[in-house]
C-alpha cells in the first residue's frame, strides 16, 4: 500500500525535476519565453486551487478574485507598508482568505445554480469597490514596491526570470500534488460524492456543508498564494488588477477550458491559452486592437460548443473511440451488443 | 424636501431604466434557464445602431429604437442558434459561451468603431428639462421617457406572457420542456423566439440611450452586471419581481450615493443585494 | 496574387537588407490600445510615429533640426515597436520587460495611464534602460528618484498651483470672490492624485474644499454625484474626469441645471477635441489646463502646425496637450541621441539629464529635466476656456488670446 503510492509519485516527482532543470539548459535564456512559462505556473496552479471547490467540490464560484486578491494585497502590504519580507503578509492573507472563504461560503452554498454564480458575482464588486476607498492599502493607488535587492528573501528578482521560475514552480508542486493526493483522499472522493448529488452524499452520512466548507478555505488559500506570488511579480497591487471580474473569469476559464475536476486539466488550460493570450497580444497588434481578444471569445465559444468538459473531455473521447475501434476490431463481427 | 424628492425621482428613472435593460434577461432566464453573459454587449451594440442612424441619417433615437430593437432580436436569435443551443443543458457551458460572446462583441466595436466616445448631438429630446417648484426638483425628459417605455414595455411582456396563447406556451415551456412538447409545443420555436423578444427588449433600452449617454465600446459592462443583480433579486424569471428590485436598485444607489458617498453607492447596491439573496435565496418572486 | 508575391518577396529584401545593414534604433511604445481610454493611447502612438516619420524621412519643410536629413547618427533608422498595455498595470510591466528584453528596444515612450507608467518605468529602472514618459500627470511618478525616467508634461501639482494662482488673480482683478470650491474625480490613480493637489494648493491659498467627490469611472449615471455638488453649491469646481464619463458629467449639471462660477479640468474628457464638438454649447464657458491647443499652436508654437498636418492624416485630429507631449517624448530622445553621438544608454541618459533642449514643439520652447527625478522643469501649461467652440487661452495673461468668461453663464 505504502509502496505501491509512491511508485505511482514517481512519474509525477519525475516530471517536476525534470521542469526544474529547465533553467540549466539555457533554454529560458529570451525573457518572453521564460515570462510565457512563468505565466503558464502560475495560472495552472490559480486554476487548480479554483478546481479545489469549483471541479472536485461542484461548486462554481466567479469570487475567486477576492481570495487572489487578499493574497495580493498581503504580501504587498508586508513588503510596502511593514517594511517586512512578503512571506508573512502572504502566509497572513492565506489564511484571512480560507477564513473569509469560510464566512462567504456558509451563506451563499444554499443558493443553488445561477443564483449562487451571481452572487460570487456581486461579491467580487462589493470587495473591488471597498479596496478602491480602503485608504490604508493605497485605494484606488494601490501599492507600489521600492526597488528591492534581488533574491529569495524579498522574492525578488529584476535581472533575470530564474527565481520566480522557481517560485512558480513550487507554488506549482504544492498545488497540484495537492490535488493529487486529493484525488486518492476520502476527502476528495467526499467531494465527488457531494458533486454528483448533495442529497445521496448527505443520505450516506457526508456532512456535505462541512465538506464544501473545507475545500472552499484550502482552495481560498491556494488562490490567496497565487495572488502572492502575483504581487511580487509585478510589484504593484491595486484593485483592478487582482480584484477584479476578469481575473475571477480567469480561474474558471483556463480551467474548464483544460477539463474541469480533472488533475491534468487546469494544467492544460493554461498551457493553451497563456501563450495564446500573451503571444498574440504582442504579435497580433498590427490587424488592430483587440484582435487577440476576439479570437479568445472565439476559442471560448468553439470549445463550448463541441466538448464543454475541455481537452481533457477531448483527449478522453478520442481514447474511448481508440479503446471502442479496438474492441470491436478483437472481437471481429459480433462485437456490438 | 425639494432634494429628497430630487434624489428619490432620480434613483427612480436609473431604476425603471434597469428594469428595461433587465426585462430581457429575465424572460431568457425564466424560460431556458441560462445567463447571457453578453447582455450588456447587446446593449452596447444596440446603442451604436441608434447611434450611426442618428449620426449618418438624422434619425432621432425616438425612432429609431425600433431598429434598435428588431436589430438585437435578430443578434438574439443569431445567439441562440449559433452559440446557445448546443451548449444547453450543461451546467455553466452556456453562460460562458456568452462570455465567450460578449469578449467578441465587446472587441470586435473596439476594433471597427474605434474606443471612440461617440455622443449624438440634436436629439429632440436633448437637454430638454421639466422644472417643478422654481427648480427645486428637475426631470429630466429623456430619462423620464425611457421610463415610460420601461413601463410599457414591461407591462406587454407581462400581458403577453400570461394573456395570449403564446404566452401559456412559453410558460409550459418554462415549467417543463418534455411535457410541453408532448401536449403539442413547438419548443425549439419557443427558445428562438425567447431569445429574439429577449434581445429585442434590451434593444429598446438600447435605442433610446444615446439621447443621453455616450456610446463607446465598454458601455455595457456595468448594466450588463446590474442587469445579473435585477434579475436575481427579483427572482427566477419573473417580471414583476425583475420590476420591483430594478426600482429597488436605483433608489438604492441613489440614496446610497447622495446621504452616504457617491463612491458607496455601487457597493451598496451589491451588499443590498447579497443581503436579499441570503433571506430570500431564490429572490423577492422567486418560487 | 503575383503583387502578393512581389510584397512578400520585397518584405523578405528589407529584412535581409535590415539585417545586413542593422543600421536600425529600435524604440517601443507602450499605450493603451484597447480598453477603456484606447482613443487616447491611439493618438499618443500615432504622435510618436508623426515624429518617427520625419525623422527617418527627409522634410526640408519642417523648421526642426532632425526634419532635415534621413534618420539619426549616421543614417540609423527609427523602428518603432508597439505595445498595448490595455489599461492594466501588469500588462504594462511584462510588456516593458518584452520590449526591452526581447525586442531590445533602446527606450520605451508611455504610458499614458500613470497606473501604467509607474510599474512600466521600475522595469526601465531596475534594467537601467531610458523610459521617456510624455503625459502621465501624477506628481508621485517623479517623486521616486529614478535615474532613467524622463516625464515631459507638467505635473498635476504644477497645473493645480497654476490653478489656484488663477482664481486669486480673478478675485483680485474680477472681483470674482472664490472663496470655496468642490473636487469631482475618478477614483484611479490618476483623478486621486489630481484631487490630492486640487485640495493642498487650495488649503494653502485659503480656499475651502466644501464638497469631495469621487465616483467610480464608467458609471451608470452621475447623478448623485452631481446632486452632491449641487447641494454644496461651491464656488469653484475641479474636475479630474476623462472620456464618456466628462460627457455625462456636463450633460448631467445640465439636467440638474447647476453650475460653479467657474470649472476648470485637469487634463481630461475636456481637452478632447472629439468630445469638445460632440458636447456643442452644452461645453462651452469650462476651463482646462491646456499643454497646447491648436489655437494657441498658431500664434506661439509656428514650427507645430506643418507637423500637426502629418498627424492628422493618421488621426483626424489635430494635436492635444497629451498626445503632442508623446510627440516630444520621441523628438527630444532623438536630439539627445544626436547630441550623444552613439546609442550608449548610459551617455545618452546623460545628455538627458545634463542639457536645456530647444524643442520647437513644447510650450516655451524649452525642455530641461530636473535631477533627481527626472520632471521637465520647462514644462508650461496655460488655462484655456471654450468660447463658441474654441479653445481659447485665457491666463497666463501673456499667452492670451482673449478674455475669460466670468462667471460661467447659466445653462
Request: net charge positive; glycine share 10%.
Amino acid at each position: 500500500m505504502q509502496s505501491d503510492s509512491i511508485k505511482r509519485a514517481i512519474p509525477w516527482m519525475l516530471s517536476l525535476a525534470v521542469l526544474a532543470l529547465l533553467p540549466v539548459t539555457g533554454l529560458l535564456r529570451g525573457s518572453f519565453l521564460s515570462h510565457v512559462l512563468v505565466m503558464i505556473l502560475l495560472n495552472a496552479s490559480m486554476a487548480q486551487a479554483w478546481n479545489i471547490i469549483g471541479g472536485y467540490a461542484g461548486q462554481v464560484s466567479f469570487g475567486h478574485s477576492v481570495f487572489f486578491g487578499i493574497g495580493a494585497y498581503g504580501a504587498a502590504y508586508a513588503v510596502t507598508n511593514l517594511k517586512m519580507t512578503p512571506y508573512p503578509g502572504a502566509l497572513a492573507g492565506a489564511v484571512l482568505a480560507a477564513v473569509l472563504a469560510v464566512i462567504i461560503g456558509y451563506p451563499t452554498f444554499k443558493l443553488k445554480g445561477h443564483y449562487f454564480a451571481i452572487a460570487t458575482f456581486a461579491i467580487v464588486e462589493v470587495f473591488h469597490r471597498l479596496f478602491m476607498i480602503w485608504e490604508d492599502v493605497g485605494g484606488a493607488v494601490g501599492l507600489d514596491y521600492p526597488i528591492l535587492k534581488d533574491g529569495w528573501r524579498n522574492f525578488s528578482w529584476s535581472r533575470s526570470k530564474v527565481g520566480y521560475f522557481y517560485g512558480a514552480l513550487i507554488l506549482f508542486g504544492i498545488i497540484f500534488s495537492l490535488v493529487r493526493a486529493l484525488e486518492k483522499a476520502r476527502f476528495g472522493y467526499y467531494l465527488k460524492a457531494i458533486r454528483e448529488g448533495q442529497e445521496t452524499a448527505e443520505s450516506l452520512g457526508v456532512d456535505a456543508r462541512r465538506y464544501k466548507l473545507a475545500a472552499m478555505a484550502l482552495s481560498a488559500a491556494m488562490a490567496a498564494m497565487c495572488g502572492a506570488f502575483f504581487a511580487q511579480y509585478n510589484y504593484r497591487v491595486d484593485p483592478s488588477m487582482v480584484l477584479s471580474l476578469d481575473m475571477s473569469m480567469r480561474f474558471v476559464l483556463i480551467t474548464i477550458l483544460g477539463g474541469i475536476g480533472t488533475l491534468w486539466g487546469p494544467l492544460l488550460g493554461a498551457a493553451i491559452l497563456i501563450p495564446l493570450q500573451e503571444y498574440t497580444r504582442a504579435y497580433l497588434a498590427k490587424l488592430g486592437p483587440g484582435v487577440d481578444l476576439v479570437i479568445f471569445g472565439l476559442i471560448i465559444i468553439l470549445v463550448m460548443q463541441f466538448q464543454p468538459k475541455g481537452i481533457m473531455g477531448m483527449i478522453d473521447a478520442a481514447r474511448k473511440r481508440r479503446r471502442k475501434l479496438a474492441a470491436a476490431g478483437n472481437e471481429h463481427e459480433g462485437g456490438r451488443q | 424636501m425639494g432634494l429628497f424628492l430630487q434624489v428619490l425621482l432620480d434613483g427612480l428613472w436609473s431604476g425603471l431604466l434597469y428594469g428595461l435593460i433587465a426585462a430581457g434577461l429575465s424572460l431568457i432566464w425564466g424560460v431556458l434557464d441560462i445567463i447571457n453573459f453578453a447582455h450588456g454587449e447587446f446593449l452596447m451594440a444596440g446603442m451604436y445602431v441608434s447611434f450611426f442612424l442618428g449620426f449618418l441619417f438624422k434619425i432621432d433615437p425616438l425612432v429609431s429604437w425600433v431598429a434598435s430593437a428588431a436589430f438585437l432580436f435578430l443578434l438574439g436569435v443569431v445567439t441562440y442558434k449559433f452559440v446557445v443551443k448546443r451548449t444547453l443543458g450543461k451546467a455553466m457551458a452556456p453562460l460562458l459561451a456568452t462570455f465567450g460572446l460578449s469578449m467578441v462583441i465587446k472587441n470586435f466595436a473596439m476594433n471597427r468603431f474605434t474606443p471612440n466616445f461617440r455622443i449624438l448631438s440634436g436629439t429632440i429630446m436633448e437637454g430638454k428639462v421639466i422644472s417643478l417648484g422654481q427648480g427645486a426638483v428637475m426631470i429630466p425628459v429623456p430619462n423620464l421617457v425611457t421610463a415610460l417605455f420601461s413601463l410599457v414595455v414591461l407591462g406587454l411582456l407581462y400581458w403577453m406572457l400570461t394573456r395570449t396563447r403564446f404566452g401559456w406556451a412559453v410558460q409550459a415551456t418554462a415549467m417543463d420542456v418534455e411535457a410541453a412538447r408532448l401536449m403539442g409545443v413547438n419548443t425549439e420555436r419557443i427558445f428562438i423566439l425567447v431569445f429574439g423578444i429577449g434581445g429585442a427588449c434590451v434593444g429598446v433600452a438600447a435605442g433610446l440611450l444615446p439621447s443621453y449617454l455616450a456610446t463607446h465600446p465598454d458601455v455595457g459592462s456595468l448594466f450588463g452586471l446590474i442587469a445579473f443583480m435585477v434579475v436575481a433579486m427579483g427572482g427566477f424569471g419573473s417580471i414583476p419581481g425583475a420590476l420591483l428590485a430594478a426600482i429597488l436598485i436605483g433608489l438604492i444607489e441613489s440614496f446610497a450615493g447622495f446621504y452616504i458617498a457617491p463612491v458607496f453607492k455601487y457597493v451598496a447596491v451589491f451588499g443590498v443585494y447579497l443581503l436579499v439573496i441570503m433571506i430570500r435565496p431564490k429572490g423577492l418572486f422567486g418560487w | 496574387m503575383q503583387r502578393k508575391l512581389m510584397l512578400v518577396v520585397m518584405a523578405v529584401l528589407l529584412v535581409l537588407g535590415a539585417g545586413a545593414q542593422e543600421k536600425i534604433i529600435k524604440i517601443g511604445t507602450l499605450f493603451p490600445l484597447t480598453g477603456p481610454v484606447a482613443t487616447a493611447g491611439q493618438r499618443c502612438t500615432a504622435a510618436v510615429e508623426t515624429i518617427v516619420d520625419i525623422i527617418n524621412g527627409v522634410y526640408p519643410n519642417l523648421d526642426l533640426p532632425i526634419a532635415k536629413k534621413a534618420g539619426l547618427l549616421d543614417g540609423y533608422k527609427i523602428v518603432l515597436v508597439k505595445a498595448d498595455h490595455q489599461g492594466k498595470p501588469d500588462v504594462a510591466k511584462s510588456e516593458a520587460e518584452r520590449l526591452y528584453e526581447q525586442e531590445k528596444v533602446f527606450a520605451i515612450i508611455g504610458c499614458y495611464n500613470s497606473a501604467a507608467t509607474k510599474p512600466a518605468s521600475a522595469v526601465a529602472e531596475r534594467l537601467q534602460k531610458i523610459f521617456m514618459c510624455g503625459a502621465s500627470s501624477s506628481a508621485a511618478l517623479t517623486e521616486r528618484e529614478f535615474k532613467y525616467f524622463f516625464r515631459l508634461a507638467p505635473t498635476d501639482r504644477i497645473e493645480s498651483y497654476e490653478f489656484v494662482e488663477w482664481f486669486q488673480e480673478l478675485n483680485k482683478s474680477r472681483n470674482a470672490n472664490i472663496r470655496t470650491a468642490a473636487v469631482i474625480y475618478e477614483n484611479t490613480e490618476f483623478g486621486k492624485h489630481a484631487a490630492d493637489e486640487a485640495k493642498a494648493a487650495s488649503a494653502k491659498a485659503g480656499i475651502k474644499i466644501i464638497a469631495d467627490v469621487p465616483f467610480t469611472p464608467g458609471a451608470t449615471n452621475l447623478n448623485s454625484e452631481i446632486q452632491k455638488l449641487k447641494a454644496a453649491n461651491a464656488d469653484a469646481l475641479f474636475g479630474a474626469v476623462l472620456g464618456a464619463d466628462y460627457s455625462l458629467m456636463v450633460r448631467t449639471m445640465k439636467q440638474a441645471n447647476w453650475k460653479p462660477k467657474i470649472a476648470i479640468n485637469y487634463c481630461s474628457g475636456y481637452q478632447d477635441p472629439n468630445i469638445a464638438q460632440q458636447l456643442g454649447q452644452d461645453g462651452w464657458y469650462f476651463m482646462g489646463s491646456a499643454g497646447y491647443t491648436p489655437e494657441f499652436g498658431m500664434r506661439f508654437m509656428k514650427a507645430v502646425a506643418p507637423v500637426e498636418e502629418y498627424f492628422k492624416k493618421k488621426v483626424n485630429v489635430p494635436f492635444d496637450s497629451n498626445s503632442i507631449q508623446e510627440a516630444v517624448a520621441m523628438y527630444v530622445l532623438a536630439l539627445a541621441i544626436e547630441k550623444a553621438g552613439s546609442l550608449d544608454t548610459e551617455k545618452v541618459a546623460e545628455v538627458l539629464r545634463t542639457t536645456t533642449f530647444d524643442s520647437p514643439l513644447s510650450m516655451g520652447g524649452k525642455v530641461q529635466f530636473e535631477i533627481p527625478g527626472g520632471q521637465n522643469i520647462k514644462a508650461q501649461s496655460v488655462i484655456s476656456q471654450i468660447q463658441n467652440g474654441k479653445y481659447i487661452t485665457v491666463y497666463p495673461y501673456e499667452y492670451k488670446d482673449g478674455d475669460a468668461i466670468f462667471p460661467m453663464p447659466g445653462w
